[in-house]
């Protein structure tokens, strides 16, 4: 049996609480080892509209990538490190930062122009603003007459 160092968490064996919340518990059974590394969502609803914040911790701007299309907003985050198994002070024991990439959608309505999205990034959370979806309006009611 190998230690937890190469498993899931480092800290697994040596910190094994009663009391762990049900949360992380919750999180693991539904994504597994992956469950940090889901873009965790909070939406908000305002009289005008929704706001979205979406965890991004570790990522730059420029590693985020938003696309509007048939009324779904997705979000994509990309990232790696250097592939070297040494840093500038040692050789690499153990790596726990997330490298790869992500991605979420979120129907937003199909009314919704990409002009509408406001977005901006600020300690590792996106914040994302638009409107509500107008409904569309019925064709007015007309009656046939039947000949």
Do not use: C
């Not at 992380?24 to 940090?36: P, Q, T």
């Not at 122009?113 to 007309?142: H, Q, T, W």
Request: hydrophobic residues 35%; aromatic residues 10%.
């Amino acid at each position: 049996m190998l230690p937890s160092i190469f498993g899931e968490s480092l800290f697994d064996d040596w910190m094994d609480f009663p009391f762990q919340s049900l949360e992380s518990d919750v999180d693991h059974k539904l994504y597994g080892k992956n469950a940090a590394r889901v873009m965790k969502t909070d939406l908000k609803e305002h009289d005008d509209g929704y706001e979205l914040l979406v965890d991004l911790p570790g990522f730059k701007k420029d590693q985020i990538d938003l696309q509007l299309q048939n009324g779904y907003l997705t979000v994509s985050a990309a990232k790696g490190v250097e592939a070297d198994d040494k840093d500038k002070k040692g050789r690499i024991v153990h790596q726990e930062r997330y490298t790869g990439s992500m991605t979420r959608s979120f129907y937003i309505g199909e009314n919704v122009r990409e002009e509408d999205v406001k977005a901006s990034f600020e300690d590792g959370v996106l914040r994302l603003d638009f409107p509500k979806e107008k409904p569309m309006s019925l064709p007015e009611k007309k009656k046939i007459q039947i000949q």
